[in-house]
């Protein structure tokens, strides 16, 4: 009797048939229903919002309100210091947690535990509780700076960052690529930053653009802590011309979606490239 | 080799022979400078992380909880806490608990159903556009929503305009978006959201086979949901709206922005004190609230850890 | 006729499973044909596999035989009876699937009672019958313990348990085994086959191990881009394979390139004579096909082929042998084996006069995605 050998086994370990449903047409019809009802829920509060924007007082279509938000008293400076806690912001928690969930994945998965604890704790502890502390605890020359605020933004991210990194470190196969890099010859900073920053692309991403909304809209701290940041000024100026600052508040929205759309977008293009090249080579 | 080198006598006394010694001597020191490195990396590590989390959460905490128990002549005292149980303080809590609750179960059921309707649609277009608003929406509150809501609902609202064409303008029926129910419609425009986030990865988690699996055997389409699907969903539906409800009762900035403040509602008694709107001898009374705060928000997320922890080893 | 067979059969009940008929089943998913005309005739109580490589149709037919998929065209028939209208939930079928699909929010015993509990039996029956029934798998013990507290080879017998307490009149296993690890897997798959022929239920297996499906089956399927290619016995398909895709799928094949005149080949110096295939004999350039154990090695420092690999695979030692630029495979005794140094003049010769051949193709068949 000869040996059976599987030479033919490798060749087919992935099964490619599509599972497929029957579908049926009652549930078709009920999810008409719902994203209907979902859709004009969340759509026309938008609709209104930019034709508030785009109305003088008279109610006629008007861009008047567009066109005077540079020029608004105060708009630029709450603008631009809204840009520099982002940024601010943002270099902080990558700087902050990249290195650690990485190193957690990799040499402590115990410890994930932990950082899964700590990282959820900003969620319990409301901003306007945590502003409480902050603003008594802190020293008085960090209380005078606006970047107090990025400090504590920092946390308040913490949770998405977190879990965007944690999702994206789980979906690839860390280990191996780790050990390959270092069996390679590279140091841990290499590997760092030139095997698992661009396996993490997609999570990072994500995490900078939860990040940057985050900061950009976030109007709690901001307020108490007394720093006309870009959400306290739009509320501010309320009193003055509710359609300018409807106006700017949509356009901080539009562009915010467009900054994503865009990121996404461009992220997504570049795997399928990413895709094809591994698929011809 | 040592053979060779001892042939050699130039090189006996050289190199050849303190070499080896050399090298292990070497070798030690290095092993042992990489196994005390090898100790102290984790600390190394983890200790950016551990020291700006407890310089940016616990020690925030630490006051708030500190300054509860201090009287505004730093004695200890309970009176903080006596305060905030009774009258208007219990109030903004009775209130805040309600307006919580009603923002997790209904938009947690609303976005379990809406989360439903995308996973089993085929359109991956559809998928991909609902999780990216999802998750915009999801932070989206304070300021901007405010907006929107006052120009589709206020009393100039786009919304209240075509309701008031057909005679249904819901201001004349006691409606006013600027309260308690108008606080919890807006509310619904992320917490819904924030649902849809959280609950789509448990109806991804739901295995095809085991519905397969239930119909061969037998099961009717609703008796698979009934034994297995949504059982096996309990935990990560519960889940889903105990995070709604700490979201729901933690909201500042929209019920602020909405109502000026006008409603009672914790969140809004602390930002009020802090901005110094606070009698004379209850200055600290504000820290008392935050820490009524917390201990609600801790119990709530200790039971999300629970069914947490129980849809983690179900959903797989 | 048919109609009275069926009223016979219903009226007492049938000792072995159910007969299985799958009639020219088409199945098509935009472009692609998964099913593009199978059929298969499955006796009561036999155990078939459909093997083939990923993507060739098998598990699909697998679900419309289970309900889950709907045809194009064609019949899949039970005891004679068309059951295209019947849902996958009236069926009456046990499956097991590839990736363990236990309830996880129930135990062991409450997984194996499930579809008794859809057929409305009271709660201590079925409480008997699921504890008998893990008792046939071996696995009394865990009657109490959750999916996600036991192992995977656990988990597929609680699922093969749970799939035959409904008592179904065809058994379907849906790569039952190719989650689990070696060890595990063989194990399991002698308790399959045991249970199987005690209990004499009509199955499908579907898998891509044709190892797997030789020990187990008693008549494999071979399919291939949504036909079946060849259905025959274990033996009969790795002796006798009727295409060359079977020839090559299952069990390893040397191709030589031969030239046929008439009905012979000239291989090695002898003639053979070419065995009819299903594909109809070729024309063109063509190669013949042969069985490692079909090709024989002797030293001879005057001939030209050489030695160029040797594995050791316990008994015997495969020898891969460079003829005219050729590498053609022979299985050697290991002892004699020993003997034959990499680098050493063979000659060839066939065992078996008649051989397969095929048109030259530029690669191996078996397909990847």
């Given at each position: 009797?000869a040996?059976?050998?599987?030479?033919?086994?490798?060749?087919?370990l992935?099964?490619?048939e599509?599972?497929s449903?029957?579908?049926w047409?009652?549930?078709?019809?009920?999810?008409a229903?719902v994203?209907?009802i979902a859709?004009?829920?969340?759509l026309?509060?938008?609709?209104?919002?930019?034709?508030?924007?785009?109305?003088?007082?008279?109610?006629h279509?008007s861009?008047y309100?567009?066109k005077?938000?540079?020029?608004?008293?105060?708009?630029?400076?709450?603008?631009?210091?809204?840009m520099r806690?982002?940024v601010?912001?943002l270099?902080?928690?990558?700087?902050?947690?990249?290195?650690?969930?990485?190193y957690v994945?990799?040499k402590?998965?115990?410890?994930?535990?932990?950082?899964d604890?700590?990282?959820?704790?900003?969620i319990?502890?409301p901003p306007?509780v945590?502003?409480?502390g902050v603003?008594?605890a802190?020293?008085?020359?960090l209380?005078?700076?606006?970047?107090l605020?990025?400090?504590?933004?920092?946390i308040?991210?913490?949770?998405?960052?977190?879990?965007s990194?944690?999702?994206?470190?789980s979906?690839?196969?860390l280990?191996?690529?780790v050990?390959?890099s270092?069996?390679?010859?590279g140091?841990w900073l290499?590997?760092?930053w030139?095997?698992?920053?661009?396996?993490?692309?997609?999570?990072?991403?994500?995490?900078?653009v939860?990040t940057?909304a985050?900061?950009?809209?976030?109007?709690?701290m901001?307020?108490?802590?007394?720093?006309?940041t870009?959400?306290?000024?739009?509320?501010?100026f309320?009193?003055?011309?509710?359609h300018?600052?409807?106006?700017?508040s949509m356009?901080s929205l539009v562009?915010?979606?467009?900054?994503?759309?865009?990121?996404?977008?461009?992220?997504?293009?570049?795997?399928r490239?990413a895709?094809?090249?591994?698929?011809?080579s | 080799?040592?053979s060779?080198?001892?042939?050699?006598?130039?090189?006996?006394?050289g190199?050849?022979?303190?070499?080896?010694a050399a090298?292990?001597a070497?070798?030690?020191?290095?092993?042992?400078?990489r196994?005390?490195?090898?100790?102290?990396?984790p600390?190394a590590?983890?200790?950016p992380?551990?020291?700006?989390?407890?310089?940016?959460?616990?020690?925030?905490i630490?006051?708030?909880?500190?300054?509860?128990?201090?009287?505004?002549?730093?004695?200890?005292?309970?009176s903080?806490?006596a305060?905030v149980t009774h009258?208007?303080?219990?109030l903004?809590f009775?209130?805040s608990?309600?307006?919580?609750?009603?923002?997790?179960i209904?938009?947690?059921?609303?976005?379990?159903?809406?989360?439903?309707?995308?996973?089993?649609?085929?359109?991956?277009l559809?998928?991909?556009?609902?999780?990216?608003?999802?998750?915009?929406?999801?932070?989206?509150?304070?300021?901007?929503?405010t907006?929107?809501?006052?120009?589709t609902l206020?009393?100039?609202?786009?919304?209240?305009?075509?309701?008031?064409?057909?005679?249904?303008?819901?201001w004349?029926?006691?409606?006013?978006?600027?309260?308690?129910?108008?606080?919890?419609l807006?509310?619904?425009?992320?917490q819904?959201?924030?649902?849809?986030?959280?609950?789509?990865?448990?109806?991804g988690?739901l295995?095809?086979?085991?519905?397969?699996?239930a119909?061969?055997?037998?099961?009717s389409?609703?008796r698979?949901?009934?034994?297995?699907?949504i059982?096996v969903?309990m935990?990560?539906?519960?889940?889903g709206?105990l995070?709604?409800?700490?979201?729901?009762?933690?909201?500042?900035?929209?019920a602020?922005?909405?109502?000026a403040?006008?409603?009672?509602?914790?969140?809004?008694?602390i930002?009020?004190l802090?901005?110094?709107?606070?009698?004379?001898?209850?200055?600290?009374v504000?820290?008392a609230v935050?820490?009524?705060?917390?201990?609600v928000?801790a119990?709530?997320?200790?039971?999300y850890?629970?069914?947490?922890?129980?849809?983690?080893?179900?959903?797989? | 006729?048919?109609?009275l067979?069926?009223?016979t059969r219903?009226?007492?009940?049938?000792?072995?499973g159910?007969?299985?008929?799958?009639?020219?089943l088409?199945?098509?998913y935009?472009?692609?044909?998964?099913?593009d005309?199978?059929?298969?005739?499955?006796?009561p109580?036999?155990f078939?596999a459909?093997?083939g490589?990923?993507?060739?149709?098998?598990?699909?037919?697998l679900?419309?035989?289970?309900g889950?998929?709907?045809?194009?065209?064609g019949r899949?028939?039970?005891?004679g009876?068309?059951?295209?209208?019947?849902?996958?939930?009236?069926r009456?079928?046990?499956?097991?699937?590839q990736s363990?699909?236990?309830?996880p929010?129930?135990n062991?015993?409450?997984?194996?009672?499930?579809?008794?509990?859809?057929?409305?039996q009271?709660a201590?029956?079925?409480r008997?019958k699921a504890?008998?029934l893990?008792?046939?798998?071996?696995?009394?013990?865990?009657a109490?313990?959750y999916?996600h507290?036991?192992s995977g080879?656990q988990q597929?017998?609680?699922a093969l348990a749970?799939a035959?307490?409904i008592e179904p009149?065809?058994?379907?296993?849906?790569?039952?085994?190719?989650?689990?690890?070696?060890k595990v897997?063989a194990?399991?798959?002698d308790?399959?086959?045991?249970?199987q022929?005690?209990?004499?239920?009509?199955?499908?297996?579907?898998?891509?191990?044709?190892?797997e499906?030789?020990?187990?089956?008693?008549?494999v399927?071979?399919?291939s881009?949504?036909?079946?290619?060849?259905t025959?016995?274990p033996?009969?398909l790795?002796?006798?394979?009727?295409?060359?895709?079977?020839?090559e799928f299952?069990?390893?094949?040397s191709?030589v390139?031969?030239?046929?005149?008439?009905?012979?080949?000239?291989?090695?110096g002898?003639?053979?004579?070419?065995?009819p295939?299903d594909a109809?004999v070729?024309t063109?350039e063509?190669?013949a096909?042969?069985r490692?154990?079909?090709?024989t090695?002797?030293?001879d420092?005057t001939a030209?082929?050489?030695v160029?690999?040797?594995?050791?695979?316990?008994?015997?030692?495969?020898?891969?042998?460079?003829?005219?630029?050729?590498?053609?495979r022979?299985?050697?005794?290991?002892?004699v084996?020993?003997d034959?140094?990499?680098g050493?003049?063979?000659?060839?010769a066939v065992?078996?006069?008649?051989?397969?051949?095929?048109?030259?193709?530029?690669?191996?068949p078996a397909?990847?995605?």
């Open positions: 009797m040996a059976l050998i599987p030479d033919v086994v490798e060749d087919a992935v099964i490619v599509p599972p449903r029957r579908r047409p009652r549930l078709r019809v009920w999810r229903v994203l209907f859709g004009a829920y969340f026309i509060p938008i609709y209104a919002g930019l034709r508030f924007s785009f109305e003088n007082d008279a109610g279509l861009l309100a567009v005077a938000i540079p020029s608004e008293p105060g708009f630029s400076a709450a603008f631009w210091l809204s806690l982002a601010v912001t270099a902080l928690t990558l700087v902050l947690m990249v290195p650690t969930s990485v994945h990799l402590f998965p115990r410890l994930r535990r932990l950082l604890f700590v990282t959820i704790l900003p319990v502890i306007i945590l502003i409480l603003l008594r802190a020293p008085l020359w209380r005078a700076s606006p970047y605020l990025s400090l504590v933004y920092v308040l991210s913490m949770p998405f960052v977190y879990r990194l944690d999702a994206g470190l979906a690839i196969d280990k191996t690529l050990e390959a270092r069996s390679l010859g140091n290499n590997t760092l030139r095997v698992v920053v661009p396996n993490l692309r997609s999570a990072l991403l994500s995490a900078t939860l940057l985050l900061v950009l809209g976030e109007f709690t901001a307020s108490l802590d007394l720093w006309t870009l959400p306290v000024w739009i509320y501010q309320q009193q003055v011309d509710a300018v600052s409807t106006a700017v356009v562009g915010t979606w467009l900054l994503i759309t865009l990121i996404v977008s461009l992220d997504r293009s570049q795997s490239r895709r094809r090249r591994t698929k011809n | 080799m040592t060779a080198t001892s042939d050699d006598p130039s090189s006996v006394s190199p050849g022979a303190t070499a080896p090298g292990g070497d070798v030690a020191v290095r092993r042992r400078r196994s005390l490195g090898r100790a102290l990396a600390v590590a983890m200790a992380f551990s020291i700006y989390s407890f310089l940016g959460l616990g020690v925030p630490l006051a708030v909880i500190y300054y509860a128990f201090q009287s505004e002549q730093g004695k200890p005292t309970l903080n806490l305060l009258g208007s303080y219990l903004g009775e209130n608990i309600v307006l919580a609750l009603i923002t997790s209904v938009p947690g059921i609303l976005g379990l159903i809406l989360a439903y309707a995308i996973a089993t649609s085929r359109s991956t559809l998928k991909r556009l609902v999780a990216t608003a999802s998750g915009v929406l999801a932070n989206f509150g304070g300021i901007n929503l907006f929107m809501f006052i120009a206020g009393s100039t609202g786009i919304l209240t305009a075509w309701l008031s064409a057909i005679h249904l303008n819901p004349n029926f006691g409606f006013n978006l600027y309260s308690f129910y108008g606080v919890v807006v509310y619904l425009y992320f819904v959201p924030l649902m849809v986030l959280v609950i789509t990865p448990a109806l988690g295995r095809p086979s085991w519905r397969e699996a119909e061969n055997m037998g099961a389409s609703w698979y949901w009934r034994y297995v699907g059982p969903l935990p990560s539906v519960l889940g709206m995070l709604l409800f700490g979201s729901g009762f933690a909201a500042y900035a929209t602020e922005t909405l109502t403040g006008t409603v009672t509602l914790a969140p809004i008694q930002g009020s802090l901005a110094g709107n606070q009698l004379a001898g209850q200055e600290n504000g820290y935050g820490l009524g705060m917390f201990v928000l119990l709530t997320m200790i039971l850890g629970l069914v947490r922890r129980r849809a983690s080893k179900w959903l797989r | 006729m048919t109609e067979a069926d009223a219903t009226t007492e009940p049938a000792p072995a159910a007969r299985v008929g799958l009639e020219g088409v199945r098509t935009g472009a692609t044909r998964a099913l005309g199978f059929s298969l005739a499955i006796e109580g036999e078939v459909l093997l490589p990923s993507g060739c149709g098998k598990t699909t037919a679900r419309v035989l289970a889950f998929e709907q045809l194009d065209s899949v028939t039970v005891d009876r068309d059951v295209g209208k019947i849902s996958a939930q009236h009456d079928m046990g499956m097991v699937f363990y699909s236990l309830f929010n129930m062991a015993l409450n997984n194996v009672a499930f579809g008794l509990r859809m057929r409305h009271h201590a029956q079925r008997q504890g008998e893990l008792e046939l798998v071996g696995l009394s013990d865990q109490q313990k999916p507290q036991m080879g597929q017998r609680v749970r035959l307490a009149r065809v058994l379907l296993l849906d790569e039952p085994l190719s989650a689990l690890d070696a897997r194990e399991l798959r308790q399959i086959r045991q249970l022929q005690r209990l004499a239920i009509t199955t499908v297996f579907v898998t891509h191990d044709q190892e499906a030789l020990s187990m089956a008693d008549r399927c071979v399919m881009a949504g036909r079946a290619e060849q025959a016995t033996a009969t790795y002796s006798r394979p009727t295409t060359p895709f079977v020839a299952v069990g390893v094949s191709r390139p031969v030239e046929p005149v008439n009905d012979t080949v000239t291989l090695f002898e003639s053979c004579r070419v065995r295939s109809g070729p063109g063509v190669d096909l042969l490692p154990e079909d090709v090695v002797t030293l420092a030209k082929p050489f160029t690999h040797k594995s050791f695979l316990g008994a015997i030692t495969r020898v891969i042998v460079q003829v005219d630029g050729v590498a053609v022979a299985d050697v005794r290991s002892d084996a020993a034959i140094e990499l050493a003049r063979v000659r060839l065992v078996s006069r008649d051989v397969l051949v095929a048109r030259r193709a530029p690669a191996r397909p990847t995605d």
